[in-house]
């Protein structure tokens, strides 16, 4: 079946610093990658997704790569803010069914 | 993308009762999806409901613990029944535009068994 492994958090980071976030699938077929967020109080919401391999998704300063070869799509940021404190899930939808699988979800903490 | 109305936002119930929660969706959308998401953890597909057949339910998840109906192609209910403490969780309804594209979420139900 469809899985999703994250990194475990949660991760405290400095206003600035660079973030990387892992994320590896398995999965059946070519499955669409995505990046959501849920921010305190708030529902999820997407924060980038690839339809393909070598696809890159981009949003708000966050970039994730469709790596098939590795079966990756780590989440990066070059420079991360306070406002970036939330918890960040990798996850996938394969096989034309509009199911989505979720990875276990990173808290990220960035202080000032 | 169609908005997803969620209720209620949260509940306190106490253990034996059931609660249903309802989802409307300001247009109309083939599948919706319930998650469950426990404290700490991920999100779990309870099942995927079809307007006009009876829901699909994954694995480790009962009709009779779950029901869920699907009466038209803009609104879901999903009960929590003869409810528990290991009940308490966030439940989310959801619907996707379309294979590949984003899933929308409505705002999630936080449920507290006492």
């Known amino acids: 079946g469809n899985s999703v492994t994250q990194m475990e958090g949660p991760v405290t980071l400095s206003e600035e610093a660079f973030l990387t976030i892992n994320c590896t699938y398995t999965?059946?077929?070519?499955?669409?990658l995505f990046w959501y967020v849920q921010y305190p109080g708030e529902g999820l919401q997407l924060l980038l997704k690839?339809?393909?391999?070598?696809d890159k998704g981009s949003n708000k300063g966050f970039e994730a790569t469709y790596r098939k070869e590795t079966t990756s799509f780590h989440l990066e940021k070059g420079s991360v803010q306070v406002s970036d404190s939330a918890v960040y899930f990798c996850?996938?939808?394969?096989?034309?069914?509009?199911?989505?699988?979720f990875g276990t979800g990173t808290k990220l903490q960035v202080i000032p | 993308s169609a908005v997803i109305s969620q209720k209620p936002s949260r509940d306190i119930c106490q253990r034996g009762t059931s609660l249903t929660i309802q989802c409307q969706v300001d247009s109309q959308v083939t599948m919706m999806f319930w998650y469950r998401q426990q404290p700490g953890q991920s999100l779990t597909l309870i099942a995927t409901?079809?307007?006009?057949?009876?829901?699909?339910?994954e694995s480790g998840f009962v009709i009779d613990k779950f029901p869920i109906s699907r009466p038209n192609l803009t609104f879901s209910t999903l009960t929590v029944s003869n409810m528990s403490p290991e009940d308490s969780s966030i439940y989310l309804c959801s619907h996707s535009g379309g294979r590949g594209t984003e899933a929308f979420f409505g705002q999630g139900t936080r449920l507290t068994v006492v």
């Open positions: 409901a079809n307007q006009g057949s009876e829901a699909t339910y």
């Open positions: 996850a996938l939808e394969a096989g034309g069914y509009q199911k989505v699988t």
């Open positions: 999965a059946t077929g070519y499955p669409s």
């Open positions: 690839a339809t393909k391999a070598d």
